[in-house]
T-cell receptor
């Protein structure tokens, strides 16, 4: 199957700082990708849908100014958590979609202290 | 709005035995896709099996098979000859067909499967 990488896999930052998470598809190009958040022992919650070259579409309740998404190319998307707070601590997962399915990255664990 | 419900937070199965995980969903669409994903301790989401709603035949992938009941909006996953490596969180997911123009996935709350040696 397709390979998607995320970097970093784990990050710890101080409250008030910003953190950038990269998501890359290594062996295919995709115009659309998704960012999810997963709290402990919970399901994946879609945060936003990102199309290459255009602005991301955020789900209700997700602050677009706090979670900045840049889908710069068909193989790279970034999520920046700005002015992070402890409640932003979570597991963030990206995925790239094809017509029939989506391929997930391995996730990034963010801890805000 | 579409919803996906997994009513079993946790299940256990003896190694080599068979287990069935339940999933129900609600939609007014006639064409859609259903998925089962596995999330092992590594947290990497892995596609287990996919079912297109227009197909009457239940999907099968080696030891994994589904029982798709469209009228009942039920989509259960059967794991045969369970192995220790099957231990993971399993998520049922729904997506509208590509012709709808939307590709958003809706996930259930998950079922944690424990495999007993």
């Amino acid at each position: 199957g397709a390979v998607v990488s995320q970097h970093p896999s784990r990050v710890i930052c101080k409250s008030g700082t910003s953190v950038k998470i990269e998501c890359r598809s290594l062996d295919f190009q995709a115009t659309t990708m998704f960012w999810y958040r997963q709290f402990p022992k919970q399901s994946l919650m879609l945060m936003a849908t990102s199309n290459e070259g255009s602005k991301a579409t955020y789900e209700q309740g997700v602050e677009k100014d706090k979670f900045l998404i840049n889908h710069a190319s068909l193989t790279l998307s970034t999520l920046t958590v700005t002015s992070a707070h402890p409640e932003d601590s979570s597991f963030y997962i990206c995925s790239f979609r094809t017509e029939s399915e989506q391929y997930f990255g391995p996730g990034t664990r963010l801890t805000v202290t | 709005a579409q919803t996906v419900t997994q009513s079993q937070p946790e299940m256990s199965v003896q190694e080599a035995e068979t287990v069935t995980l339940s999933c129900t969903y609600d939609t007014s669409e006639s064409d859609y896709y259903l998925f089962w994903y596995k999330q092992p301790p590594s947290r990497q989401m892995i596609l287990v099996i996919r079912q297109e709603a227009y197909k009457q035949q239940n999907a099968t992938e080696n030891r994994f098979s589904v029982n798709f009941q469209k009228a009942a909006k039920s989509f259960s996953l059967k794991i045969s000859d369970s192995q220790l490596g099957d231990a993971a969180m399993y998520f049922c997911a729904y997506r509208k067909a590509p012709t709808s123009g939307t590709y958003k996935y809706i996930f259930g709350t998950g079922t944690r499967l424990k495999v007993l040696a």
